[in-house]
């Protein structure tokens, strides 16, 4: 439950994406629904439906109150700034009686703010391996707005077991999983994996891989399903992103290197609900609690639920080995990376995939890149941007360290559309030997400015 820095763009394109999945899914506006059942090859492993006596606690089998303001022994403030005090008081965590967990943040008459987190009992939600495990929750967001919402920040999130013995002392490496976050109010909410090392790292911490924003009208009025699929039955192995569904975004183990992937996933999980106040996230979208925030609105969650597979045999890596050499003076696919931080592949309009939402600090690696003697000309990459107006950036190249100066660049704008693509050139210094060719993204505002389709550098 870090930081992500960037809002979605194309919602319209992402809108309809979504109407086009779900088109067979019913959604169910009710306040009370049932756990519904498993999804395909998969059996249902833990389960809570919050059908509880109005005002009374969750059930400490399941669930255990995370109390204060941190882990004993971690990081003050639950590592992210937040201000408020967690309790395990009914005035904070309570059933409705209409078949809802409420978690709400209070504040007094002296300004201090206290609010519920619960962590499952269980730690040990995993995807075997060749197999599948799905969380799931049916939530509505904490119904405030505007000024009113300033510094609420709900969520429903997973962390590696790891983290419960030593109070989280081993984040990022050992995995989180940000299912549903939001802040401040806003019409979205976002997802993300945290992984690594911190700061930066392969997981580009503390933002982590995000999703970035996903628009959402209706999210704080209403409920809806947000899950997380992680499937080791596929190669790459893949973690999935659901709203109400569909599958909205999809982060694969080839955004990272093997060893930061399975030190994150390859273990189980416990659940963490909660509503903080405060922090480096909400800070990030015009700060708060304020005066002016209101306090007593919850986040209602419906239930939670986790299923899973049974093993298999997962099918071979398609991935080309570790030490495959590229020739620097051929076509280099974009989605061909070794590895890459919070962009993701689509459908091109050019044919193949590209690569896309793409803002300022993103990356593109690729490993083993020959330029031979040399006699490097320059580099040119076929992109596309919709970008709105004033909202442009830097494509750059950089050898060995994403922290190098780059060797080259060329400013990036509108081309007319997100696949209106234009072949564009950068002057590059003279490069000979082999490296690894970092393709960085700097920008001056945190909308995505790029798509890039691929890369070549020319003598």
């Not at 994996?193 to 392969?202: A, D, E, K, S, Y």
């Not at 209602?300 to 049974?310: E, F, G, M, R």
């Not at 993701?344 to 890149?369: H, K, M, R, T, Y």
Request: aromatic share 10%; glycine share 12%; net charge neutral.
């Amino acid at each position: 439950m870090k930081i992500p820095r960037r809002a979605a763009r194309r919602l319209i394109t992402v809108a309809a994406a979504m109407l086009t999945v779900g088109a067979s899914v019913t959604f169910v506006a009710t306040a009370d629904a049932a756990v519904p059942p498993p999804p395909s090859g998969m059996n249902l492993v833990f389960s809570d439906d919050f059908t509880g006596a109005a005002g009374t606690g969750v059930n400490r089998s399941n669930w255990l109150y995370s109390v204060g303001t941190g882990y004993p022994g971690g990081a003050p403030n639950w590592g992210t700034g937040e201000v408020e005090t967690m309790t395990d008081s009914t005035a904070n965590v309570y059933h409705d009686g209409n078949g809802n967990l409420a978690i709400r943040p209070l504040r007094d008459s002296a300004g201090r703010w206290t609010s519920g987190r619960i962590e499952t009992q269980r730690t040990d939600f995993a995807a075997p391996a060749g197999g599948r495990m799905r969380m799931e929750a049916r939530i509505q967001q904490p119904n405030v707005t505007g000024a009113a919402a300033a510094g609420y920040w709900p969520a429903f999130w997973a962390l590696g077991a790891a983290a419960r013995p030593v109070g989280a002392t081993n984040w990022p490496s050992i995995g989180e999983i940000d299912i549903l976050e939001n802040v401040n109010g806003r019409s979205s909410h976002f997802a993300a994996l945290h992984c690594g090392t911190n700061p930066g790292g392969p997981c580009n911490e503390t933002t982590g891989l995000t999703s970035g924003e996903r628009s959402c009208t209706g999210c704080l009025s209403s409920f809806h399903t947000y899950a997380v699929e992680y499937d080791r039955s596929t190669s790459p192995e893949q973690l999935r992103f659901y709203r109400d569904g569909s599958n909205y975004w999809t982060l694969s183990a080839t955004a990272v290197d093997a060893t930061t992937w399975n030190n994150a996933l390859h273990h189980g999980f416990f659940m963490i609900l909660n509503v903080a106040m405060g922090g480096g996230f909400p800070a990030a979208f015009g700060g708060g609690p304020t005066a002016q925030t209101q306090p007593g609105h919850p986040m209602l969650i419906d239930y939670v639920a986790v299923w899973q597979s049974s093993g298999g045999t997962t099918p071979p890596t398609t991935t080309p080995p570790s030490g495959t050499v590229r020739d620097a003076y051929s076509r280099i696919e974009a989605e061909s990376y070794n590895a890459a931080s919070a962009v993701q592949a689509e459908a091109c309009s050019e044919g193949g995939q590209n690569v896309g939402w793409i803002a300022n600090g993103d990356w593109l690696q690729f490993n083993n890149v020959d330029f031979g003697s040399g006699g490097v000309r320059d580099f040119v990459a076929r992109v596309a941007s919709g970008a709105g107006a004033g909202v442009s950036g830097l494509v750059e190249v950089r050898l060995d360290s994403r922290s190098n100066a780059p060797i080259g660049s060329f400013a990036l704008g509108n081309t007319g559309g997100w696949q209106n693509w234009q072949s564009i050139p950068g002057n590059v210094s003279n490069v000979t030997g082999r490296h690894t060719v970092y393709l960085t993204f700097t920008s001056g505002q945190p909308a995505d400015f790029a798509n890039v389709n691929w890369i070549q550098f020319r003598r």
